[in-house]
Structure formats: structure tokens, C-alpha cells
């Protein structure tokens, strides 16, 4: 089984003919991803990779049943990128424009989720159910199916420590790389609750970083799964107040300390690493 993503997945890439959608586009081809349509307006009727190039999410939906699409447009015009895919009738939809503006995704999140489509990102590196499909950006090589499922707000993070799971004889289910935004689509909670389900998964990690509450919402939700949860989560030396890579990972009034969700995953009784690369040595240890 997979979370979200399969190999019958039929992907659309919105903004192909651009540097990096046609980049990962080819990356994602190479990977076993059913990628069936791209899409930028006034270039329909041109291909990438072999992938054929429409107008509209409308004509790539109607010509080839696509039901995933994967968001590579400029911040400026990713709102009305979105809501297109969203109105095509795509039930997943990867965002990972960065930059994009807060309102704009106030905007886009529940309208999404009135018309049922499940939104991950932005600002992420997507997802993948390791050797089956990719819609993302990570590194093709680091990932090998197995049975731990990784959530993660930090793209670097999730790299280095799929990097040590796999180097350490483990393989991963699925990966997604939720996003480091103040407002994203499936938040850290939600993607627990659906590794949970899984039957495929048998571990979770959870790579968490300081800002919001959302590691401390994982953790009180964690004390409820039968799985063992793993995490590790930086910013333990970051400075309240300043901002430390992502626009959410900022500690506010006393908010959103590393410490503060250290200490609520130990509570929820999941282990917690101090380095990225202990999560290996800990599910070994399991």
C-alpha cells in the first residue's frame, strides 16, 4: 500500500516547460511516476520529456484522466494555478512554489478542501511512496521501499535522515514533506493520522522544527497509534524572536520551542533523537 500516491497515480506538471519543471519532471519519469500531462498556457501542443503540453488543467484532465497534479508556477501566479488544478477536478494537488503569499493560501486551502481535493505543501518538497511514484524534488537515490513512514516540515532534513534510514538497511513507505509555511494543506497531525492507517507502514518518523504548535498537536495525537513514533526536531539553540529558515519556524511569546516539543513527543512516550542521523540508530534499537 501507499498514502496519497501509487503507481496508478496520473500526474499533471503545472509549470513543465519552465527550468525546473522540466528538471523534475524527467527526474520524476526516471522514478516510475505515471507523469501523463504538463501545462502552461500558449505553449499547448509543445511536449517535455515525451510528456504532451496543454493550455489548461481542463484540457490535461479531459485528455488523459489525470487526477494529481504537482505545482511548479511562480509564487505571483500560483494561486490562480491552484485553483485551476482544484476546479479540473485533481484529487491531490503538490504545491512546491515557495514564497507564495500568506493570503493567497487563506484562499486556496479551504477551497480545496470544500471541493475535496487534498492539498500537500506549499513551500515542500512533496511526496513519494518509495519505489512506486514521486511527485517532488527529493533525490531519487536515497529512497528504498520498506516500512517506516517519514513526515517532515524541513525538504534538507527529510534528505539526510531518509539518507541514514536507508544507509541503515531500512526502506521507507511513503514520505511527505508537508511544508515549512504558517498555512499549508495537510498539516503534520493529518499526515500521522494517515500513516497510521496504513497497513504498509509499520514505523513513523516525524521531523519537526520550532514555530506553531503543530509538533505538540503530533504529539498528543501520537499517544493514540498503535505505531511507534520516532522524531527528531531542530532548533534547539535558535534565538526567539528570529526567524530560522522557513516563514513558520519562529519562536513567538514563548511558543514553539524545540524544547517545549521535545518534551510533549517524550510525554506521548516516542523517542526522540538528538542529531538527524541518530533516527537510524534508534530504529535499530527498536
Sequence with gaps: MAVLLDEKTKLIVQGITGHQGQFHTEKMLEYGTKVVAGVTPGKGGENVQGVPVFDSCFDAVDATGANASILFVPAPYAKDAAIEAVEAGVELLVMITERIPFHDCL??????RAKGCRVIGPNCPGLISAGKAKAGIMPNHIFK???????????????????????????????????????????????????????????????????????????RRAKRIRKPVFAYIAGRTAPPGKRMGHAGAIISRGMGTADSKIQAFEAAGARVAAYPVEIATLLRSD
Design 107 to 112: 484562499d486556496i486551502m479551504p477551497y480545496a
Design 145 to 219: 521501499e520498506g516500512d517506516v513512514g517519514v513526515i517532515s516540515r524541513s525538504g534538507t532534513l527529510t534528505y539526510e535522515i531518509v539518507n541514514a534510514i536507508t544507509q541503515a538497511g531500512f526502506g521507507q513507505s511513503t514520505c511527505i514533506g508537508i511544508g515549512g509555511d504558517p498555512v499549508i494543506g495537510t498539516s503534520m497531525p493529518e499526515a500521522l493520522e494517515l500513516l497510521s492507517k496504513d497497513r504498509q507502514t509499520k514505523r513513523i518518523v516525524v521531523v519537526g522544527e520550532i514555530g506553531g504548535t503543530a509538533e505538540e498537536e503530533t504529539a
